[in-house]
T-cell receptor, first 113, second 114 residues
Framework: GNSVTQMEGPVTLSEEAFLTINCTYT??????LFWYVQYPGEGLQLLLKATKADDKGSNKGFEATYRKETTSFHLEKGSVQVSDSAVYFC????????????FGAGTRLAVHP | GAVVSQHPSRVICKSGTSVKIECRSL??????MFWYRQFPKQSLMLMAT?????????EQGVEKDKFLINHASLTLSTLTVTSAHPEDSSFYIC??????????FGSGTQLSVL
């Protein structure tokens, strides 16, 4: 079945450091891929998405490229800020809609000044 | 943007009691809502799909008599954990679909059963 694996946290970085959070997936067919972010005390919010191979999703300085050959969707940001501290979830949606949304375990990011 | 309100954010209860968690879409109507459960350091796992005006659809392995879902209006779904036991302690999250495409999440409920 479909599954998502993302790197364990917590990830601790200094402000302006480069961020990579790895995400790989297993899926049949052609899934859509998502990154969600959860700030403290809030619900998950969609950060970015990609719906087909080689698509790049981007938002708020974050980027992720849908790599079918490596079944990956790694999240990157060139210069993190303290306000980026949150939990990041990689997710996959197969055919069948949002009731088939599969999440990774989440990676906590802590950015220090 | 659209907001989903989930209440309470944290609840502690005694074993054997029932706990109700509410999920409200504040500025849109949601015919479909989802309930997830998350154990520490694990993924969000879909428990059930809640459809307004009809019975919820439960995922395999989820006890429907244990986790009662009611979606009586277009803006409210409730999850009741009946006769809660310590193994039911977990983080519960709801989400709601706006239209056909956008999914919005509540902030979650941490349930601790003593």
């Amino acid at each position: 079945g479909n599954s998502v694996t993302q790197m364990e946290g917590p990830v601790t970085l200094s402000e302006e450091a480069f961020l990579t959070i790895n995400c790989t997936y297993t899926a049949t067919g052609y899934p859509s891929l998502f990154w969600y972010v959860q700030y403290p005390g809030e619900g998950l919010q969609l950060l970015l998405k990609a719906t087909k191979a080689d698509d790049k999703g981007s938002n708020k300085g974050f980027e992720a490229t849908y790599r079918k050959e490596t079944t990956s969707f790694h999240l990157e940001k060139g210069s993190v800020q303290v306000s980026d501290s949150a939990v990041y979830f990689c997710a996959l949606r197969g055919s069948g809609g949002y009731n088939k949304l599969i999440f990774g375990a989440g990676t906590r990011l802590a950015v220090h000044p | 943007g659209a907001v989903v309100s989930q209440h309470p954010s944290r609840v502690i209860c005694k074993s054997g009691t029932s706990v109700k968690i509410e999920c409200r879409s504040l500025d849109f109507q949601a015919t479909t809502m989802f309930w997830y459960r998350q154990f520490p350091k694990q993924s969000l796992m879909l428990m059930a799909t809640s459809n307004e005006g009809s019975k919820a659809t439960y995922e395999q392995g989820v006890e429907k008599d244990k986790f009662l879902i009611n979606h009586a209006s277009l803006t409210l779904s409730t999850l009741t954990v009946t006769s809660a036991h310590p193994e039911d302690s977990s983080f519960y999250i709801c989400s709601a679909i706006e239209g056909n495409e956008k999914l919005f999440f509540g902030s979650g409920t941490q349930l601790s059963v003593l």
